[in-house]
């Protein structure tokens, strides 16, 4: 197997970093969203305050973790496997 370049392993941190960060900030838009229901609608002078549908926002959270364990293995060394096969008619 090949070694990962510092580099790499550099960027790599970083983006690890960077989807950590973001992940707690879903964390506590979640909590924030469970805590208190916010929807406040006026339509005389156009006021609209709501929040991202809960589905969304941990749709979001599995999207984040899913991303920050691809991260982990990249950082292991391990390597990307095929997922699936992609057959076309000729």
Same mark, same amino acid.
């Given at each position: 197997?090949?070694?990962?370049?510092?580099?790499?392993?550099?960027?790599?941190?970083?983006?690890?970093?960077?989807?950590? /960060?973001?992940?707690?900030?879903?964390?506590?838009?979640?909590?924030?969203?469970?805590?208190?229901?916010?929807?406040?609608?006026?339509?005389?002078?156009?006021?609209?305050?709501?929040?991202?549908?809960?589905?969304?926002?941990?749709?979001?959270?599995?999207?984040?973790?899913?991303?920050?364990? /691809?991260?982990?293995?990249?950082?292991?060394?391990?390597?990307?496997?095929?997922?699936?096969?992609?057959?076309?008619?000729?």
């Amino acid at each position: 197997m090949a070694r990962m370049t510092t580099a790499r392993r550099e960027r790599l941190v970083k983006r690890r970093e960077r989807c950590v /960060e973001q992940l707690e900030k879903l964390n506590d838009l979640l909590d924030m969203m469970t805590s208190s229901d916010v929807q406040s609608y006026t339509i005389g002078s156009r006021n609209l305050s709501r929040y991202k549908s809960v589905g969304e926002v941990l749709a979001a959270i599995e999207q984040v973790e899913k991303r920050i364990d /691809e991260i982990d293995a990249a950082l292991a060394g391990h390597r990307r496997k095929a997922v699936a096969v992609v057959i076309r008619d000729v």
